[in-house]
């Protein structure tokens, strides 16, 4: 009862002091899924402002009107009514945020003259007092600044403009560029003039600042004019806290010179995470101080509970070994709301018995069977662990506490556990679409191009949330197509965590047991036994090429320059061949970017270089086309290896895995071998290490 206490109590804390942390976070979307011209939440066009307005959900930073007259040596200012908290001064801790937007500068009344000043648009972060555009700002000033105020920190202004003209104190033609509290922008990079021909021609804009880097990126796709979409992109690094107040405001400025081509903003998205405020900072460490003192009180009781029971007597050696798992499954959960416990008998009834026709597949340690739990109307994947087995008994319990303490909309969902009488039970929600590789591989239907580049955000989201977003890193240590599962929407969800292994943050890897699967593991882990964010990283690349592809990591019957996926795209890649990597079953349906895409961010995070490895959120950032393609060297670097281990110190066992007819997110399901290793420390020659190396 004191322990239950104990918990409750460590618990309430823990959501008190939590509620009050955080600020929430601006985060909005024009046009709004129900349009409304008089919007106030978009600030355009009153009489300070200059020429902005709304029409047919478009906004109208400048647009000529016959009606009105010319727009010549016109200003218009368009922003968000809300600031947002960009960084705290008590602290210093600087926001990430993110914009996109869709957008369209057009000269299609006039033949575009690159002689003629004719001004530009910009994306604006700046300080309330700056919302207004200064006097005598049209033209090549961009509606941001003008002669007298040109330079001045006290602007309090970062930009991202779209020039149309080259003024003197341009860097270079017309060009995209990042601008601090002065015109001459810091980086630039060309466009083409072509770009302006036409207002149907829609560009797409990604901007993003890390607030711990300090890197500001720019991404802009054009409009496809001549058959091919171009890329255009910057990187500046600046400390945003050093130009800008705590509390900003976004919007977008443009102007015009002697002519005047429209300049339209089509859709505009913005989001910024949430950043710890003063007030709960403060309610923070009461928080923390009262949740230490009832912490102690509870290892304190945790330790009593253990001392009891190793004083007790138990008559059998399997009753000591269930008891103790009891004790340490019944402490965790007891933590939280998440997986229950179930009795033996309910499971036993809700597979009928572990009925051999209801059986999904067969693992390395056991079966797993399809069931229906009544009460709940859900049915269920129940994994029945072999009663022999030494190893499957401690990846049960290692797949129990980790899994048990992670919510993730792309991670398998835990629904509960036994372990009665030596049968040791885990109980998974049912994945009706079964495993990745048996749509890869097996007799499943193929999956289309969209549904292929959705599994891959998933399985990324997914190592995203365990690399960098939960309380602890989470280290996999084995991805594979077969530990990815599909749900009734074909959504991706990782499974299988029995390898698992938490991680401090901010530690780089852990010495351990070498495991995993054969062709999935990197190089440095196979080399030093170290797991870490990158390995997950490397097996993660070689799942998109997988699913690129459509074929698997290693192939020993191909020939040689083929057998291993990963550097054969990588010659592809160099010989500018790339797209014959790609699977012939999808009969030449997909987009042409979106695989070059997924091709880029598989060679680059199954790198040989570990420290050539993207991370996980940079993975991600390249399928969203939010950062530049990598290049990579005309010759995939060899691996550095020690010396090779001679055959009677390098040992393994191994468990194939059974291919099913339908599996679930609680087994494994292909024909790859899982694979547990022992290293030793090399001391002479030998083949086992290299043969390995070149596997993956």
């Given at each position: ?18 509620s009050?942390?955080f600020?929430?976070c ?51 200012r ?16 600087v ?7 869709d ?14 000043g ?34 001045n920190?006290s ?61 500001f ?32 405001y976004?919007g ?24 710890p ?9 009461v928080?923390?101080i ?12 945790i ?23 009891d ?29 051999e ?24 994947a ?20 980790t899994i ?5 909309r792309?991670l ?35 999956l ?24 602890q ?5 084995d ?17 299988d ?11 780089g ?32 690349g ?13 192939e ?19 010989n ?25 961010v ?6 040989p ?48 895995e059974a ?7 609680a ?24 043969a390995?190396?070149?596997?993956c």
């Open positions: 009862m004191g322990y239950q206490s104990s918990c409750c109590l460590f618990l309430f804390v823990s959501s008190f002091f939590l009050f942390s600020t929430s601006l985060e909005f979307s024009y046009p709004p899924s129900s349009f409304d011209p008089n919007d106030a939440s978009i600030i355009v066009n009153d009489s300070t402002r200059g020429d902005s307005e709304f029409g047919d959900r478009v906004i109208r930073v400048i647009d000529p009107d016959p009606v009105k007259g010319t727009a010549q040596n016109s200003v218009g368009v922003h968000y009514a809300k600031p947002f908290q960009l960084w705290d001064p008590r602290t210093n801790f926001a990430d945020f993110t914009t996109s937007f957008f369209a500068i057009s000269f299609a009344n006039e033949q575009y003259n690159s002689s003629i004719s001004g530009g648009l910009a994306f604006f972060i700046t300080s309330e007092k700056s919302l207004v555009a200064p006097i005598n700002s049209s033209g090549g000033w961009l509606g941001l600044f003008n002669e007298r105020i040109n330079g920190s602007n309090q202004m970062v930009a991202v403009e779209f020039d149309t003209f080259k003024n003197e104190w341009d860097p270079s033609n017309i060009h995209i560029g990042l601008d601090v509290n002065s015109i001459v922008s810091v980086n630039s990079t060309i466009w083409n003039e072509d770009i302006f021909s036409n207002s149907t021609y829609h560009h797409r804009a990604t901007l993003s600042y890390n607030g711990t880097s300090k890197a990126r720019v991404a802009v796709k054009l409009a496809d004019i001549f058959g091919e979409s171009e890329t255009l992109s910057l990187t500046y690094n600046v400390d945003l806290s050093k130009v800008l107040p705590p509390k900003v976004v977008f400025s443009a102007s015009s010179g002697q002519a005047a081509p429209a300049q339209l903003i089509i859709s505009w998205n913005f989001t910024s995470p949430v950043i405020n003063d007030e709960g900072l403060e309610m923070w460490k928080g923390l009262i949740a230490v003192v009832v912490f102690f009180a509870g290892v304190g009781l330790v009593g509970i253990f001392w009891r029971n190793s004083r007790r007597k138990k008559p059998e050696e399997d009753d000591d070994e269930e008891r103790g798992i004790d340490i499954m019944d402490m965790d959960f007891a933590k939280g709301t998440g997986p229950k416990r179930f009795t033996f008998k309910a499971l036993v009834t809700a597979t009928g018995n572990f009925s026709e209801g059986k999904l597949g067969q693992g390395g340690f056991g079966g797993v069977y399809r069931g229906y739990l009544a009460d709940q109307n859900i049915e269920i129940v994994k029945k662990v072999a009663s022999n087995s030494d190893q499957g008994k401690k990846e049960y319990v290692s797949e129990v506490k048990s303490h992670l919510r993730h792309n398998v969902q835990l629904i509960g556990w036994s372990h009665e009488n030596g049968n040791f039970l885990l109980v998974y929600e049912l994945m009706p679409n079964g495993s990745l590789d048996s749509h890869l591989y097996g007799k499943r239907n193929r289309t191009w969209p549904i292929r580049y959705n599994v891959v955000k998933g399985l990324a989201s997914a190592l995203l949330y365990l690399h960098e977003e939960w309380e890193c989470v280290i996999h240590r991805v594979k197509p077969s530990n990815v599962m599909l749900d009734k929407n074909f959504s991706a969800k990782l499974g965590f029995g390898l698992a292994k938490f991680l401090e943050h901010g530690l890897s852990q010495t351990t047991v070498l495991a995993g699967t054969m062709g999935y593991l990197a190089p440095e882990y196979v080399i030093r036994s170290k797991a870490s964010k990158e390995s997950d990283v490397f097996s993660f070689v799942v998109a090429l997988e699913v690129a592809c459509g074929r698997r990591a290693v020993h019957k191909e020939q040689e320059a083929k057998v291993v996926l990963s550097r054969w795209i990588w010659q592809l890649h160099v500018g061949k790339l797209l014959e990597a790609v699977d012939e079953t999808l009969n030449g349906e997909f987009d042409e970017d979106e695989m070059r895409c997924l091709l880029s598989g060679l680059w995070c199954s790198h270089d570990y420290k050539l490895r993207p991370s996980i959120r940079q993975a991600i950032q390249l399928l969203n086309f939010e950062i530049p393609f990598p290049t990579f060297p005309s010759q995939m670097p060899e691996v550095l290896c020690f010396p090779p281990v001679p055959s009677d110190l390098f040992n393994y066992t191994s468990s194939s291919t099913s007819q339908t599996t679930t997110s087994t494994t399901t292909s024909s790859n071998q899982s694979t547990s290793f022992e290293c030793f420390h090399p001391t002479s020659s030998g083949d086992e290490v290299s390995l190396i070149h596997s």
